[in-house]
Nanobody
């Protein structure tokens, strides 16, 4: 069983940066793939990025590639999502999720554990 807690969200202007954190407890992160998803108002939850425990392989949605960076610190049981050059369209609740396995999956159904989310709001 894994419990996930996100933090680091906030209100920023377009072009600014934020770093989100996803802290895990209840189990070590070492054998889990962790993904970040986001959900804007009245939209479905969408994949943002994922990092595998195997070789720290990463995968990104096209909409964030080159602006967002996912990383992990297994010693701290924490995964980070660095958000740079934020756009208005990045406004959403950001969730981290974990699955036991090495594949960087993009579907919400592929993840077993979810955090409660952290709000990111980008203003003009």
């Amino acid at each position: 069983q894994v419990q996930l807690v996100e933090s680091g969200g906030g209100l920023v202007q377009a072009g600014a940066a934020l770093r989100l954190s996803c802290a895990a407890s209840g189990s070590t992160f070492g054998s889990y793939t962790v993904g970040w998803f986001r959900q804007a108002p009245e939209k479905e939850r969408e994949f943002v990025a994922a990092i595998s425990w195997r070789h720290d392989t990463t995968y990104y949605a096209d909409s964030v590639k080159g602006r967002f960076t996912i990383s992990r610190d297994n010693a701290k049981n924490t995964v980070y999502l660095q958000l740079n050059n934020l756009k208005l369209t990045d406004t959403a609740v950001y969730y981290c999720a974990a699955r036991f396995g090495a594949d960087t999956r993009v579907r919400t159904n592929d993840y077993d554990y979810w955090g409660q989310g952290t709000q990111v709001t980008v203003s003009s």
